[in-house]
């Protein structure tokens, strides 16, 4: 007699563990679905409340501008108005302000549910840049904001730079020589001394700042302007005293001041020489 057929148990044994583990791809087939599908209802949810139209921008709010019309701006920068509030691009927006020559920086903020503020910052002229080819305001760092026309800024103290055919705009390329230029005029208008009140700033041939005084072209170059000045200061009584008026008064070497075209010149000791055809004074 035959005996009846038996599965083998590691048949059932598979088959339970499989019946086990459904469970647990259904979770996570689910969480999959999931994490598709939740970016894609965000997503549509986004342009869905960007859309609705009490969160579109209403108000354009701008603080700070002076020189600059608002209305001007907003058209070089792109005026939100109109434009949904959570779409409008304030980065962007940002960095098209700042290419604008009288910006220095820009803030954007939103108030929700409509109103978009600008808090602008202004390049403040400093100063005006006579060149060869026009005039051209700078701020406090040396850099150009604008050519202008010959009138209207006479308040402005003026440097000098006939050697330049026109500037470009918010360029760095000057802007360091410019600057120590504006530099050099504040601390020689600083000076008591009356005797420099009519001193103006230039830029010399060789591209460094300068001073004309009384038709004298004062070399300084680059640094320590403080004592330069005062040296300035102490040998102009003497030019004035012995009735000189030189084209060119040399302060760049330490402790001594070349005159040339010019009579005798002495400094703050009283010592004077002559070296290679120019007037040397020996200043402390």
């Known amino acids: 007699m035959r005996g009846k057929a038996v599965r083998p148990k590691a048949r059932i044994s598979k088959k339970r563990r499989l019946l086990k583990l459904v469970p647990l791809l259904l979770v996570i087939a689910a969480a999959a679905g999931a994490i598709v599908a939740i970016p894609l209802v965000a997503n549509a949810a986004y342009r869905y409340v960007s859309a609705l139209p009490f969160l579109s921008v209403q108000k354009v709010k701008v603080t700070g501008?002076?020189?600059?019309?608002?209305?001007?701006?907003?058209?070089?920068?792109?005026?939100?108005?109109?434009?949904?509030?959570?779409?409008?691009?304030?980065?962007?927006?940002?960095?098209?302000?700042?290419?604008?020559?009288?910006?220095?920086?820009?803030?954007?903020?939103?108030?929700?549910?409509?109103?978009?503020?600008?808090?602008?910052?202004?390049?403040?002229?400093?100063?005006?840049?006579?060149?060869?080819?026009?005039?051209?305001?700078?701020?406090?760092?040396?850099?150009?904001?604008?050519?202008?026309?010959?009138?209207?800024?006479?308040?402005?103290?003026?440097?000098?730079?006939?050697?330049?055919?026109?500037?470009?705009?918010?360029?760095?390329?000057?802007?360091?020589?410019?600057?120590?230029?504006?530099?050099?005029?504040?601390?020689?208008?600083?000076?008591?001394?009356?005797?420099?009140?009519?001193?103006?700033?230039?830029?010399?041939?060789?591209?460094?700042?300068?001073?004309?005084l009384n038709g004298a072209r004062v070399m300084v170059g680059r640094d320590a302007f403080g004592e330069k000045i005062c040296r300035l200061a102490e040998i102009s009584g003497d030019i004035q005293k012995r009735g000189v008026r030189p084209s060119m008064i040399d302060l760049r070497f330490p402790g001594k001041v070349i005159v040339k075209d010019g009579g005798a010149v002495v400094g703050a000791d009283g010592n004077s020489g002559v070296e290679g055809g120019r007037i040397v004074g020996q200043a402390r």
């Not at 409509?114 to 051209?136: D, F, H, K, Q, W």
Request: charged share 25%.
């Open 65 to 212: 501008l002076k020189y600059v019309r608002r209305d001007d701006f907003l058209s070089y920068m792109g005026d939100p108005k109109g434009t949904g509030i959570l779409k409008y691009d304030m980065k962007q927006a940002v960095g098209k302000g700042m290419q604008h020559p009288w910006i220095k920086s820009i803030v954007i903020r939103r108030d929700f549910p409509g109103t978009v503020r600008l808090e602008v910052i202004e390049r403040m002229p400093e100063a005006v840049v006579a060149t060869g080819s026009g005039n051209y305001l700078i701020d406090a760092d040396g850099l150009a904001m604008a050519r202008i026309p010959g009138i209207g800024w006479e308040f402005l103290p003026v440097v000098a730079y006939p050697s330049a055919h026109g500037m470009r705009l918010v360029d760095g390329t000057t802007a360091g020589t410019l600057k120590l230029a504006l530099e050099l005029l504040k601390i020689a208008k600083a000076e008591p001394s009356e005797r420099l009140a009519g001193a103006r700033a230039a830029i010399g041939d060789d591209g460094a700042p300068c001073l004309v």
